[in-house]
Each structure stands twice: as structure tokens, then as C-alpha cells.
């Protein structure tokens, strides 16, 4: 097997895979299309509906990817989009309730997500040592747009008449869970785990240092991973608060001057999303690591500080929700790379997979917090204070995430002169 023959032909077919995967496994971005539904047929509460779409956030977890590193793409994968379909499967039987819907979907979809969302991402990094941000931009870039193919979708299958609810959810669930199985348990089986030693014909890896791969256990014993965890931490908290909010902000505060719908300009954020996915991870790989963070963070900032704080008509509305949502997915794409950098590559499903539990921490706690903080201004007549709030504490945390990022430098463990 040379190098230019069958790795460049596994090489376009996982990039091909990846960003299909990606798209499928993104469905929880439009589980906002249920909660409406789900509140007319059962009477829920707006917190009862938003429940299994943050246990689905927790449960995207660090284990995928560590038993990746040790069985590859191809099973973990595979047991991934089981996951999913079995999880949508009992939801149609079981959605009825808060806590069947929590275990089924929430919990069990959550899963098979998290398994199937970092194979890709893992055997991306491994197929193009040479051009990881852009490629691993590419694959998350499917994630960001997914709402554009799973929200319609959804919606159309569920429909507007209220007394067929109770058929048409549980009918979505079990359609999901068909697609799920074929595509995803489909898409998986093309995996393969590049050869020892392989890399990119004509590809000449950079002479300052010998990187070597660090396994899981060690990654843990270094301050790094604690900063890239916290830098993560609190950009997300960012992007999943003003993304969460994106339609909420344009029907309460620039309602009186919006030209197009709130869920036009959701779309239009979900292009940013994943645009930036794809631009952050270009750039990083021209510029490195650590000024593509430190640029995010600045423009992310001054998003929140001057567009979205004041938020006094609906063009800053929409100029502060995409910038904050391009930077949002500029950071999805970096981060998989810069773990790869710091750690090397044949532990980086475990190693990533430790750094996005920090996503999911983020997206259980962080937007409900905010929500609170909106709903006690709602109550006391002071929605603008509320978002005034909301967006300074955000910007602050984006500035500190820059901070952290500013600091950051490869494991001396892992860098040793070449002889």
C-alpha cells in the first residue's frame, strides 16, 4: 500500500463520511421543533420540554472516544447510530412522560451521539495530519447546518393539526430512528484506521519537534488540558446561550422593526454557525492554534459588548447573533485540532472526548442559567436589564476565554529535540 493510492482514496471517502455523520448525529440542535408540539399534547412546562434536549448535551460523553482509540471508527460508530435509533424507537413508546422522554431521548439518543459524533472527528485528524483544522472545520460544518435539514423536516412530519399530535410525534420519533439506523449504521461501515506510519504523500511533518502521542491517563496530569477545558467551557457558554435565545431576542426586542421572520433569522445564524466552522478551522491551520482562539474570543466579545448588550434594533440583533455564532463554530473546529497538536493522535478520541464533556457541562448548566435570569426580568418588567446583563456577563466570559487561550503551550512532555 503506497501512499498516494489507497490513503488518498480512504482519505476523500472519510471526509465524504464525516460530514454526513455529523449532519445526522446533529438532530438535537432542532429539538426546539418538539417542545411546542410537545406542550400543546401534554400540557408541559418550557422547563419540562427543555429537559431531554440538556440531558442529550450531558450524555454526549467522553466514552465514545475512548473506546475508540482502543476498537476504531468503525464499531463505535456503528454502536453510535444504534444508540440513536434505539433511543428514538422508545421515545414513541415512552415520550408520554417527562421521564421516558428524558431516558429515551435525552439520555439514550444522547449516547449514541456522543459515540457517534467523535469518530469521525477522530479518524479526520489521523487521515489529514497535514491539514486537521480544515478538514475537522469541514466534517463540524455538516453539525452547524444540520438544523437546516433535520428542522424542516421534523416539522413537516409532526404537522399543524393539533389533534393528531398524539399519532405524529411518536410517527417523527420512529422516522428518525429509521433514518438513524440506515444512514449512520450505513455511513460507519466505510471506516478504516489508516495504515502504521502512514502520512500524506509529499507531506513533510514540521522539524521542530517530534511529537509523542500522549495516552488518556497522562493527558489528565497536565495544566493544559484544564485551560483548553475551561477555554472550551466558556466559549461555549457563548455560543449555546445566544443561539438558544437567537429567535426569543428578535420576537422580544427587535420585533418592531424585523423585516423577516425569527425562525429566517435562525436559519441565517445556523449559516454562520457553519460557515465558521469551516473558516476557523482554514485559518487556524495558516495562522495556528492559539491566534485563531485569540481572534474568536475578540470578535465574540465585541458581539456581546456591542450588538447584543444594547440589542436596540433588529440589525444588531442580527450582526451580534452571527458573529457570535460564526466564532461559536470556529471554535468546534479548532479545538479537535489543538488537542491533536498538544496530545498527538492515537489517543485523540479519548483525549478530545475529555475536552467536549466541557460542551456538555456548558449546555446542561450555563443557558438554563441565563433563561432564569430573563425570566425573573420578565417578572419584574426589566426584559432590557435582563439582556443587558446576560450579554456583559458573556462578553466577559469571552474575554476570559482569551485570556486563558493566550497562555497556552505545548506539553514540554511532548516535545523533544530531533537528533
Known amino acids: ?74 464499531l463505535v460508530a456503528t454502536v453510535g447510530g444504534l444508540l440513536m435509533a434505539a433511543g428514538c424507537l422508545l421515545s414513541a413508546f415512552f415520550g408520554d412522560t417527562i421521564v421516558g422522554l428524558v431516558l429515551s431521548y435525552g439520555v439514550l439518543t444522547g449516547l449514541g451521539g456522543g459515540f457517534a459524533y467523535v469518530t469521525p472527528i477522530a479518524n479526520l485528524v489521523k487521515w489529514f495530519p497535514d491539514k486537521r483544522g480544515t478538514m475537522v472545520g469541514m466534517a463540524v460544518m455538516g453539525s452547524g447546518l444540520s438544523p437546516l435539514f433535520w428542522s424542516p423536516l421534523i416539522e413537516k412530519w409532526i404537522g399543524k393539526d393539533t389533534s393528531r399530535l398524539a399519532e405524529t410525534i411518536p410517527r417523527t420519533f420512529c422516522l428518525e430512528a429509521a433514518i438513524f439506523l440506515i444512514v449512520l449504521v450505513g455511513a460507519a461501515q466505510f471506516y478504516r484506521v489508516p495504515p502504521p506510519g502512514w502520512k500524506p504523500a509529499g507531506w ?128 468546534l473546529a479548532v479545538m479537535p485540532s489543538l488537542v491533536a497538536d498538544f496530545y498527538g493522535d492515537s489517543s485523540i478520541g479519548g483525549n478530545y472526548g475529555l475536552v467536549f464533556s466541557a460542551w456538555g457541562v456548558c449546555g446542561f448548566l450555563v443557558p438554563g442559567y441565563f433563561e432564569s435570569l430573563l425570566d425573573h426580568a420578565r417578572a419584574a418588567g426589566n426584559l432590557a436589564g435582563g439582556y443587558h446583563e446576560t450579554y456583559w456577563t458573556l462578553a466577559a466570559f469571552s474575554l476570559t476565554s482569551g485570556l486563558i487561550a493566550s497562555m497556552l503551550r505545548a506539553p514540554r512532555t511532548l516535545t523533544e529535540p530531533r537528533p
Open 204 to 331: 513533510i511533518p514540521p522539524a521542530t519537534a517530534h511529537r509523542v502521542s500522549m495516552p488518556t491517563r497522562g493527558v489528565l496530569t497536565t495544566w493544559q488540558f484544564y485551560a483548553i477545558w475551561a477555554t472550551f467551557f466558556l466559549s461555549a457558554s457563548v455560543g449555546l446561550t445566544a443561539i438558544g435565545q437567537a429567535s426569543l431576542l428578535v420576537q422580544e426586542v427587535a420585533r418592531a422593526g424585523a423585516p423577516i421572520s425569527a425562525g429566517v433569522v435562525v436559519g441565517i445564524v445556523g449559516v454562520f454557525n457553519g460557515a465558521g466552522r469551516l473558516t476557523w478551522g482554514a485559518v487556524s491551520d495558516r495562522t495556528g492554534r492559539k491566534i485563531a482562539l485569540l481572534s474568536m474570543s475578540a470578535v465574540s466579545a465585541i458581539a456581546c459588548s456591542v450588538f447584543l448588550r444594547s440589542a436596540s434594533g433588529f440589525g444588531d440583533v442580527v450582526i451580534g447573533l452571527c458573529m457570535v455564532a460564526f466564532t461559536y463554530g470556529g471554535c
Open 1 to 74: 500500500m503506497t501512499n498516494a493510492t489507497v490513503p488518498l482514496q480512504g482519505r476523500a471517502r472519510h471526509a465524504a463520511v464525516a460530514v454526513v455523520m455529523q449532519l445526522m448525529v446533529s438532530v438535537v440542535y432542532s429539538w426546539s421543533v418538539f417542545r411546542g408540539p410537545l406542550s400543546a399534547l401534554h400540557g408541559w412546562s418550557k422547563a419540562q420540554t427543555i429537559m431531554p434536549y440538556r440531558y442529550t448535551l450531558i450524555c454526549v460523553a467522553a466514552l465514545g472516544g475512548l473506546w475508540q482509540d482502543r476498537r476504531g471508527s468503525r
